[in-house]
């Protein structure tokens, strides 16, 4: 809450998280995930960082009206997979999922029409 507007900075979310953790009861040990892709963008960059990965969602969201009807409704589905999937972990954080999510996003969202 100290750092709402600019947040703690990329990469700090462990040791931000590991201060607030020894004040309080050690119910869970210390982690370098927030398991959440929304707060650990918030949590690192601030509200800008994550009005601008909310935006990235919209713009890629706003495209899909661009698409043809079939590959629209792919390009959807893709979006609302990513988006759930950034609940429950930090999806771009891990590599192995981030560059996945990456390549579904790019091959269903590229307009037919484009060389």
């Known amino acids: ?22 004040t309080h009861e050690h119910f869970w040990e210390p982690t370098q995930n927030a398991h959440n892709e929304f707060l650990m963008i918030a949590s690192q960059t601030g509200i800008f960082g994550l009005t601008l990965f909310l935006l990235f ?24 997979t990513v988006a759930i999937s950034c609940t429950f972990n930090s999806s771009f ?3 192995n999922d981030g560059v996945l999510l990456m ?13």
Not at 9 to 22: E, H, N, R, V
Not at 65 to 79: M, Q, V, W
Request: glycine share 4%; hydrophobic share 50%; net charge positive.
């Open 1 to 22: 809450m100290n750092h709402w507007l600019f947040g703690v900075g990329i990469g700090d979310f462990p040791s931000a998280y590991l201060s607030i953790q020894t």
């Open 57 to 80: 969602f919209t713009s890629l969201f706003k495209n899909t009206f661009h698409l043809t009807p079939n590959r629209s409704k792919i390009a959807i589905a893709a979006l609302i």
């Open 93 to 95: 954080l891990d590599n």
């Open 103 to 115: 390549i579904l996003i790019a091959l269903f969202s590229v307009h037919p029409t484009l060389p």
